[in-house]
């Protein structure tokens, strides 16, 4: 949102959506977390690297090394967004920045994942999902709508200030700050004070090593039920791409107030809060996939929706910014839309918890939500990627240019001439999508569906030597 409200195309946003991308691909390291630790420090919270003599990093050592590159980034990253007169957010540094960042936390998450399947008994792990849910809907509020809203000089002028003052309360650069020494100090109060319950953690759990844990984790990957799984979700949020990657965009770009936007969300908070209670109820039994399958069409209509609701408003915007109703129907459309996002979430969190063999619980968990999440991010990177070559653009004036490239638009109106959008690339990938949606819920839909009838020997681990 940053970015876009400092003008950058969407193929600076396609290439800077990477960034999400360690949580797709912390599979790869997965193992070393789960196989290498320090038994008396416990095996999540674990600093030990590969040896004895070269620390590493996992749960503990994971966050302080987040606490520090908060607090070094909080010093670069006015620099890298840009001035904002003539020079541009350099879109590759702030990929690469974050990407790191992203790395770290993914190794964090790696952590977690295993932690939930030792730390709850084996008829709540369905509920892990809960939590995990409860847990990203807080940092979602802190991180995002509370930022954007003391981010933004003209909502805090207007609600919080009684002079004017030409940036908001609290910039980027001292969040960054605030919240990284916070991760110094939590960390430090978790090393001290938590300790792991041995007689909860299945000696089972335990691996060779890591040799013994990467060939555990191909054998998961070959069995038929694991690759059905992975092939069928990595393309099952296809549907989804146009209007989880997009919509967001394209309202700031039709002059929504970016704030604005993250302030919708603070009605959500209690919803997305009580949803995942509601929810489990329903997927923490027997067949979770039935409530993905089911949310899935009103899902996918909801992006048709989206849609329509941003060719909407530039109709409705007056000189005094957006009318009331406008933001109700954002809202409303935006409360269903959370409703079959968690009941999805949701669902596939607790299949994966549901399956997941306990012999490598981290790995394997890992394993099927990093798939997950790859099947998400993929589609939205090639989604943001594809606005600017599926946009027709119809040049106006300036008779010598063109309007094919960002870069030739931008010659154009410097020669005087105009570049009008016939037809937006956005109206274009969501009909596509929503077309490609249905194609996989009514013909793979009912297979995927299937896998939660397979015997839980058909996800259990073959241990080999």
Known sequence: LILQSKSASYTDQAF???VFWPFSLKLLWAPLVDAVYLRG?????????PTQYVPGSWLVATQYALGVFMIYMSTQVDVLLGDGEGRGPDVVALTVTFFLFEFLAATQDIAVDGW???????ENVG?????NSVGQTAGYFLGNVLFLALESASFCNKYLRFQPQPQGIVTLSDFLFFWGAVFLITTTLVALLKKENKELTPTKEETKGITDTYR?????????AVLTFCLLILT???????????????????GVPKEHLALLAVPMVPLQIILPLIISKYTAGPQPLN??????????LLGLEFAFLVWWTPTVKHEGGFPVYYYVVVLLSYALHQITLYSMYVAIMAFN???????????????????????????STVALWLVDPLTVKERVGAQEQTCGTTVAAELCTKAGGACVTTLDGYYVESVICVILGFGWWFLLGPKFKKLQDEGQSSWKCKRTN
């Open 127 to 131: 509920y892990a999902s809960t939590c």
């Open 41 to 49: 420090f416990g095996r999540r919270k674990s600093w030990l690297g």
């Open 216 to 224: 555990l984790l191909f054998s998961i990957i070959k069995m038929p």
């Open 116 to 122: 939930a399947l030792t730390m709850l008994s084996r």
């Open 353 to 379: 918890a549901k399956v997941s063999d306990p012999l490598i619980g981290g790995t394997y968990m890992t394993l099927l939500n990093t798939v997950s999440n790859l099947g998400g991010n993929w589609p």
């Open 16 to 18: 800077f959506s990477f």
């Open 236 to 254: 099952a949020k296809v549907g989804f791409s146009a209007a989880d990657a997009v919509t967001g965009l394209k309202l700031v770009e039709e």
């Open 291 to 300: 409530t993905f399958y089911k949310a899935m069409p009103f899902r996918l």
